[in-house]
């Protein structure tokens, strides 16, 4: 594409059903930023175009500390783009990948941040696709940024999610894989965020194993305590991902009692020293 004005346009890196992505650098403030635009063999497109403008005004919409931020929109020689803050962060999967788990403070803070972006969602009516790690940005270590290309919705297209396996395996909420336990809703999300907490507390994701299996697992309600993964945690690690983890999509938290809980955690007089720990070696 034709770079927007006042972009150093760089490489394309990724793209979706109707964009690609681009790093980019916004010459006036020299700061690195991501410009999505849609593809060029799209263009003549009208479905394709009508997609794309959908998905732009919606992120344009969104303005949260603990969502990435669209920074301007146009459309250069017929082809629409935005620009949003720069994706070249470390991954919150990156964060779980290192040898290191994050002090329990960290831990808690984190999630704290990703709660409150779903609870800004929830009280717009929008649900997020895929909460996994891969799609949470870390710029500064308790300071989680949820990407929102292709991921924000409105909650009306959720009963739609049933149909593919949209939500990360290792995080997948139980109504999403059965239709008796009721509609998909926000608290689809917040079962992955106590799904990611569970994660970053314990080393390891609630289920593993392969995305089918465990998918059944979490229909099932095979989890694996956190405390027999992590039996030296204190009670209030447990009760809170369990609530989070709760099985029936009714008892579980809405996002905004989600942050006060977790609020509540980490605030605590006893979570002020971090407990030292070492990742656990996972069998193979």
């Not at 732009?56 to 969104?62: I, S």
């Not at 783009?81 to 720069?86: L, Q």
């Not at 917040?190 to 994701?205: C, E, F, N, S, T």
């Given at each position: 594409m034709e770079a927007p004005e006042g972009i150093q346009l760089g490489a394309a890196f990724a793209e979706d059903r109707t964009g690609t992505l681009y790093r980019a650098i916004q010459s006036k403030l020299n700061r690195p930023v991501t410009v999505k635009a849609l593809r060029d063999e799209l263009k003549d497109d009208e479905a394709a175009r009508a997609l794309f403008l959908e998905e732009?005004?919606?992120?344009?919409?969104?303005e949260h500390p603990n969502l990435l931020l669209t920074l301007n929109t146009g459309e250069v020689d017929g082809?629409?783009?935005?620009?949003?803050?720069?994706?070249a962060e470390p991954t919150l999967a990156a964060t779980l990948e290192a040898e290191e788990l994050p002090s329990e403070t960290t831990a808690v803070r984190i999630a704290i941040g990703i709660a409150r972006a779903l609870d800004y969602l929830a009280r717009s009516d929008l649900i997020y696709k895929n909460l996994s790690p891969p799609h949470v940005l870390l710029p500064q270590p308790a300071a989680p940024k949820l990407l929102t290309f292709?991921?924000?919705?409105?909650i009306a297209e959720a009963p739609r999610f049933r149909a593919a396996p949209v939500q990360s395996g290792a995080y997948c909420a139980p109504e999403l894989v059965r239709k008796d336990l009721g509609p998909v809703t926000i608290r689809a999300n917040?079962?992955?965020?106590?799904?990611?907490?569970?994660?970053?507390?314990?080393?390891?994701?609630p289920v593993e194993g392969g995305s089918a299996e465990a998918r059944a697992a979490h229909a099932e309600g095979r989890l694996r305590p956190l405390k027999d993964v992590r039996p030296f945690l204190r009670?209030?690690?447990?009760?809170t991902v369990g609530r989070l983890l709760s099985h029936d999509p009714a008892v579980r938290p809405d996002p905004a009692e989600a942050v006060a809980m977790l609020e509540e955690y980490v605030e605590d007089p006893l979570v002020t020293?971090?407990?030292?720990?070492?990742?656990?070696?996972?069998?193979r």
């Open positions: 732009r005004r919606l992120v344009a919409t969104l082809q629409p783009y935005f620009v949003t803050e720069s994706i292709r991921h924000v919705r409105s917040v079962y992955a965020l106590g799904g990611i907490l569970y994660h970053l507390l314990g080393g390891v994701p009670d209030r690690a447990y009760v020293h971090p407990l030292k720990t070492r990742r656990k070696k996972r069998r």
